[in-house]
């Protein structure tokens, strides 16, 4: 259920009965103000009649109590009043409210419909160099991307995970050519259980050891052509190096596969077809002996076009070559009605000039939406991005481990009852949680800053709070010796602070369409900690066990508890957080 949606179209419908052009559509969004002067603004404004009354030549007041005459109000709204000079405050009916609420109570979906036109979407997110462990600045687009899939995937679109993986190129020879020599000594599982120390090996050797890199290319040469010894090289270190994401995988509670690894090397045997193919159609040229599509539609000021080469001067393709055939492939064998790269805000230009060359080469139907969801860096106390102390770049086993040790610090210090296994496994949900809730919870295109103490704080938008809060609604149900599914009587918004919490919790949708749309998980975060926060408002003014509260009254606050339970676990889950049932 959406209500903005809902409001949207009657007064929509509204507005055509009351001879409005079709495209002076109503904007309907939330009241925001404080609670106590909530009464008077309503739960929603409609706005439209302004705009529409100018464009018509008509007075707006007039034109808005025309719309209002021809509002269906239906069950859903209690009352439609006209303020200032033409805006419509829309007050919810608490029987309807009191009715969805019910129907979110017993549905295992909390009355979320599935989408009524589900699309293919392609989501391109993680993508770590399989030369390399992951660090931390793999961690934005890997949870970041696991949130929008997640949600996504509630709604009922079909999503298709690409792990857009860095296993090809130059690099590989100079990789193989130093296991090749490892093997001789160890198994490779042996030889690659550092990847950083193993490419730091590599390099030095390519740098400093004569004729290391006269081997490195020769090793080049052989993958390229398809040498089943070097081949067979190549398959180990990638089927090692994956272990190790599929490892940090398993940590992040993220639900990537090795299934979803598409990597760069998908695309060899299509990159010279593309480059050929737009030079026979003057999409691209020679230019100083490297191909080059040159874009007049990203000119600049001088009116020069923006050049992308796809091809370099000695043969050798670049990412450009391979995001044009992955766009390609998302489009034409995926099926793909809207593809989502979440890559670093830095990307932005490489990006746009391969959105913008796939659409004038027509690789794509227009239908198909390409969508960068860029975000910024993790920075440290400095200002800097987030580094070691001595400088260097931490890995992300790392860092989880760390937010696990912290966390299992902070429950036994809060629990110091709690017995070993349960304490290490409320810290690994508490400290994961709180990395990926810190994250998520900022505006994805802004820098952040990271802080431990942040974080793991037990107040304010965290997720330890979160956790908290659900744990604290479950107790509920304990110390009353029921379950949800045992409760009968209607539910009841007797009280100004039942009426806000139902408000609240009949937004749930509306909130994951909105993120849908827009591809910004943060929204979804801060509709979670207003609800946890509307809860403690409502659970302090109405007292749900209190001896002398009436049975019916009782079993009502007890199933709006449940929702606020379902609906913080809900949403906890889409941005791939786990809840406890005790802390």
């Known amino acids: 259920m959406n209500i903005r949606q809902l409001l949207t179209d009657k007064f929509q419908a509204a507005m055509l009965a009351a001879g409005i052009p ?168 042996v030889a690659l259980a550092d990847l950083e120390v193993f490419y730091r090996e590599a390099k030095v050797r390519f740098d400093d050891e004569e004729g290391f890199d006269d081997r490195a290319r020769e090793y080049v040469v052989k993958l390229q052509g398809g040498d089943p010894e070097c081949l067979k090289l190549w398959q180990q270190f990638i089927d090692i190096s994956i272990s190790h994401s599929e490892e940090i995988y398993g940590k992040l509670n993220v639900t990537l596969k090795r299934s979803d690894v598409y990597g760069e090397s998908q695309y060899n045997d299509d990159l010279p077809v593309l480059v050929q193919e737009l030079l026979d159609r003057g999409i691209a040229v020679e230019d100083q002996g490297a191909v080059v599509v040159f874009l007049e539609e990203m000119a600049d000021k001088e009116g020069n076009p923006s050049p992308m080469i796809i091809r370099k001067k000695g043969g050798g393709y670049l990412y450009s070559t391979t995001d044009l055939a992955a766009i390609r492939y998302r489009a034409n064998k995926l099926k793909a009605d809207r593809i989502l790269y979440v890559v670093d805000a830095r990307q932005s230009l490489h990006l746009q000039q391969a959105f913008t060359a796939a659409r004038k080469a027509g690789f794509l139907p227009e239908s198909v939406a390409l969508e960068h969801c860029a975000f910024g860096t993790m920075m440290g106390d400095d200002g800097k991005p987030f580094k070691t102390r001595t ?68 107040e304010g938008n965290t997720a330890p709070y979160l956790q908290y809060a659900y744990t604290r609604v479950r107790s509920i149900f304990r110390r009353a010796g029921i379950q949800p599914g045992e409760l009968k009587s209607e539910i009841r918004l007797d009280t100004a602070e039942e009426r806000a919490l139902a408000i609240r919790l009949c937004q749930f949708g509306e909130v994951l369409d909105q993120v849908a749309k827009d591809t910004f998980p943060h929204v979804l975060c801060a509709y979670l900690y207003d609800l946890a926060s509307t809860y403690m408002v409502f659970y302090e003014a109405c007292p749900v066990l209190r001896e002398g509260v009436p049975e019916e009254q009782k079993q009502s606050r007890l199933q709006l508890c449940d929702l606020v339970a379902r609906t913080i676990a809900t949403g906890l889950d889409l941005l791939g957080i786990e809840v406890l049932e005790q802390m």
């Not at 808005?64 to 006209?82: N, P, Q, T, W």
């Not at 110091?416 to 900022?442: F, H, M, N, Q």
Request: glycine share 8%.
């Open 22 to 189: 079709e495209d002076c559509g109503p904007v309907v969004a939330q009241a925001r103000v404080a609670p106590a002067k909530k009464a008077g603004f309503g739960d929603y404004q409609a706005n439209g009649a302004m705009a529409a009354a100018k464009r018509m030549g008509t007075n707006p007041r007039e034109l808005a109590s025309r719309i209002v005459e021809h509002l269906d109000k239906g069950e859903m709204i209690e009352k439609a009043e006209i303020a200032g000079p033409g805006f419509i405050n829309i007050h919810l009916s608490e029987s309807w409210l009191a009715r969805s609420l019910a129907a979110a109570e017993q549905s295992g979906r909390l009355n979320i419909a599935p989408a009524a036109e589900p699309q293919t979407v392609v989501i391109d997110y993680s993508h770590p160099n399989l030369a390399k462990e992951m660090h931390v600045g793999h961690l934005r687009s890997t949870i970041i991307g696991d949130a929008l899939a997640r949600l996504l995937e509630f709604q009922g679109h079909k999503v298709i995970r690409q792990n857009h993986m860095g296993d090809w190129g130059t690099q590989f020879g100079m990789l193989l050519a130093h296991l090749s020599d490892k093997l001789e000594n160890n198994d490779a599982e």
């Open 391 to 458: 400088g260097g770049t931490v890995k992300l086993s790392a860092l989880l481990d760390e937010a696990v040790e912290r966390a299992e610090k902070l429950v036994a210090e809060k629990n110091p009852d709690l017995d070993a296994d349960t304490c290490a496994e409320i810290a690994r949900k508490v400290g994961i949680g709180a990395v990926k809730y810190a994250d998520l919870s900022k505006t994805r295109t802004n820098d952040y800053v990271f802080s431990w103490d942040a974080m793991l704080s037990f």
